[in-house]
């Protein structure tokens, strides 16, 4: 039982460059969400699922898209990456009642 | 809007002394409430959490307390060690939200 799995831990990207963040979840969670964490600051919502084949905006949801093919997976994409988009990423999940269980986070620096 | 904040950024604390961290909310439709730990380079852990039918929770050398009538939450850590050191989020959620609302974080150094 693994949790939350993020891929990668790290990756420096050029901007206007594109990529994907994978999670994955083995707890069988109907909830999946992807934040971001900046120097100082708090978990910011990016976008969110509350099912397989669903997702939601969150509060920062501008420059990224997601997709939920598979219940276990929320992959997190950036079309074309910008300098902002530079932060920690965190996945977590979390079944239909009580709090999340996080991933170790993926950390992004785009130059 | 909604949200939830923290009274003290930053807390230092001497080793074996009792630590206190408080936090803020406004959403009155709130009735379920967490406290997370993140040390450095992780992701946050789950410490604690509690309903809004109670008004105190226990764990192992933590204690949250909730204080619905002006909105206040905090976490009470017992005999603060070292390993203790870490940003401290607190967060609420709504039965009719699909979201935790997750307040600033308070960073907790303890002072051996």
């Known amino acids: 039982n693994a949790g939350v799995t993020q891929t990668p831990k790290f990756r420096v990207l050029k901007t206007g460059q594109s990529m994907t963040l994978l999670c994955a979840q083995d707890?069988?969670?109907?909830?999946m969400y992807w934040y971001r964490q900046d120097p100082g600051m708090g978990l910011r919502l990016i976008h969110y699922s509350v099912g397989e084949g669903t997702t939601a905006k969150g509060e920062v949801p501008d420059g990224y898209n997601v997709s939920r093919l598979k219940k276990q997976n929320f992959l997190l994409g950036l079309e074309s990456a910008a300098p902002s988009q530079t932060s920690v990423y965190f996945c977590a999940s979390r079944p239909g009642t009580h709090g999340y269980t996080f991933g170790s986070g993926t950390r992004l620096t785009v130059v | 809007g909604e949200s939830v904040g923290l009274h003290l950024p930053t807390l230092s604390v001497q080793e074996g002394d009792n630590s206190i961290i408080n936090c803020a909310y406004s959403n009155s439709a709130s009735d379920y409430f967490i406290w997370y730990k993140q040390e450095s380079g992780k992701g946050p852990q789950f410490i604690i959490d509690i309903r809004s039918n109670m008004d105190k929770r226990q764990g192992q050398r933590v204690t949250v307390l909730l204080n619905k009538t002006v909105k206040h939450l905090s976490l009470q850590i017992a005999a603060t060690q070292p390993g203790d050191s870490a940003v401290y989020f607190c967060?609420?959620?709504?039965?009719?939200?699909?979201?935790?609302?997750f307040g600033p974080g308070t960073s907790l150094s303890v002072i051996p």
């Open positions: 967060a609420e959620k709504a039965t009719s939200y699909d979201k935790v609302i």
């Open positions: 707890m069988n969670h109907e909830y």
